[in-house]
């Protein structure tokens, strides 16, 4: 495109969002059709996403954006447009990606055509941007976590340009409303209720790459799940990194309150829960709204209060048990998950007894275990007393055979029981199985029509099998 041409477009955007970025699609609509007459085909677009869900929300919202611009989407890494939505939380996702983006040198040199695009968590840190734009040159547009809705622009300045493209913002107070997304269920959905974290937990990089945090209003979530519920939306789940600190004129339970009572919506789930701002509000919420899940992540992360304190986490192992145990207490049939990290700058052996003494004691659903992972910028990155690989691989698995065991356990207890199940999926081993999830979140597989999908229906947990159940359509079993 010649630079008249380029000016006299970008002269023509206008400068409020999101009308800015749907001119900008238009405008790539135009190239991306006029290429893809030359090719005499569809361009294709694949979307990677690592981590957490607000990274698969935020891919959703990039999807959306691709396929409306002209992009046919594909499974493999093959296509015209490659785009890596990348996570930073731990070291090692970090070096598998710089192998992936090695791989796509060789898939780029079989389509010269093909745009490679980067963004998310990682793209938020200065020197994983600079390693990017030295070594790898075949990266065509890099953005960060603060501007996802600016991708047709950048896009349509690459396509206009040839001119790889970097726009990294170092955080925002905006949030850019009516952002569509493109869903991969159609009957279940995120819903993105607060960005970013202030809460600076010692370990963890997120705040630095996801800003301070910002709270939507509680009509703008209301106006979303309604029209998602009119969309056929019946489950939908709440996104935040805590959000019990909402904020906004009404309390986070009572905005829980109200999108249960959306109609239609049959289920609300949320994620994730800070344990030091969980409120008795919360518990009595969830205690009488059964379209609310059974279910509480709550991450614990380490159970010696000593480390707590060093993880800067604001409570300490008494205040988990005990939130722990009123959760229990007052709403049957809870399912309480967490996060746990070993191996903790100074991390003893006493203070990793003090976390499996939690375990125990709590006795989660399930949990997501994780080996301490050094985030250069975070303070316990400087910490003394860094634990040695020996002993926290050693900690790690006993910890990890503790966690399966009493997550077995817990799956037992209900087996037998008939119990409402969100038909989801065609099981990906076997096709003849659906695959769904119990209020409290355990996954059920069951024999049944592809047509129930996107249903909530009876199924009777025939077996538990340790994190899962084989099920049974309820239909087909009598509910004596
Ligand atoms: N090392 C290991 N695990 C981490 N997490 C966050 N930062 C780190 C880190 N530096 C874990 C926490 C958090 C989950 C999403 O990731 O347990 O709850
Ligand atoms: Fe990280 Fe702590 Fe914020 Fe969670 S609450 S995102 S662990 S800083």
């Known amino acids: ?16 969002e999101p009308a800015r970025q749907n001119y900008f699609t238009g405008e790539c609509r135009r190239v991306v059709s006029g290429i893809s007459g030359e090719k005499g085909r569809h361009l294709t677009c694949s979307v990677n996403t690592f981590g957490c869900q607000m990274n698969v929300k935020d891919s959703e919202k990039l999807l959306y ?21 990348t996570c930073t939380v731990r070291e090692n996702a970090n070096q598998r990606f710089y192998g992936r983006l090695g791989t796509l040198k060789s898939a780029k040199k079989r389509n010269p055509d093909m745009i490679i695009a980067l963004c998310g968590c990682m793209m938020q840190e200065p020197q994983v941007v600079q390693t990017i734009r030295e070594r790898y040159s075949h990266v065509n547009l890099i953005f960060g976590t603060h501007n996802i809705y600016k991708l047709a622009e950048l896009l349509f300045l690459y396509l206009a340009s040839h001119v790889n493209q970097t726009e990294i913002l170092d955080g925002t107070d905006k949030i850019v409303e009516n952002l569509p997304s493109e869903r991969k269920f159609s009957f279940k959905s995120g819903v993105n209720i607060m960005y970013g974290c202030n809460n600076f937990c010692s370990y963890c990089i997120v705040p630095y790459v996801r800003g301070r945090e910002r709270s939507r209003a509680p009509e703008d979530i209301l106006k979303e799940v309604r029209d998602l519920s009119r969309d056929g ?91 722990a145990e009123k959760i229990r207490n007052e709403i049957p049939g809870v399912s309480i998950t967490t996060d746990i990290i070993v191996g903790f700058p100074g991390e003893t052996e006493e203070d990793f007894q003090e976390t499996l003494d939690v375990v125990e004691k709590v006795r989660f659903d399930s949990a997501f275990t994780f080996i301490y992972s050094k985030r250069s910028g975070t303070k316990a990155a400087v910490m003394e ?85 084989y ?10």
């Open 385 to 469: 007393d860094q634990v040695s690989r020996e002993v926290v691989d050693d900690r790690f698995r006993r910890l990890l055979d503790l966690v399966t065991r009493i997550s077995r356990e817990q799956t037992k207890q209900y087996e037998g029981l008939v119990m409402e199940v969100l038909a989801e999926e065609v099981n990906s081993k076997d096709p003849s199985l659906l695959s769904g999830r119990l209020s409290n979140n355990s996954v059920v597989h069951f024999k049944a029509d592809p047509e129930l999908i996107g249903q909530i229906v009876n199924v009777k947990l025939d077996t538990a099998k340790g994190f899962y159940y």
């Open 233 to 323: 939306v019946r489950e939908v789940m709440l996104l935040g990194q805590n959000v019990n600190s909402y904020k906004a004129d009404i309390t986070f339970p009572e905005l829980l309150r109200q999108v249960s009572e959306v109609p239609g919506i049959r289920r609300v789930r949320f994620m994730t829960s800070h344990p030091k701002d969980l409120s008795e509000e919360l518990i009595r919420v969830i205690r009488d709204h059964p379209k609310i899940c059974r279910h509480i992540h709550l991450p614990l992360q380490s159970g010696s209060s000593r480390i707590l304190k060093a993880m800067n986490r604001h409570y300490n192992k008494q205040d988990y048990l005990s939130l």
């Open 1 to 16: 495109m010649n630079n008249d041409l380029l000016n006299h477009i970008l002269a023509q955007a206008p400068e409020e």
């Open 65 to 85: 954006i691709l396929k409306e611009i002209g992009y046919q989407e594909t499974g493999n890494e093959d296509a015209d447009l490659v785009l890596f939505n």
């Open 471 to 480: 099920g049974t359509l309820a239909d087909d079993v009598s509910l004596s």
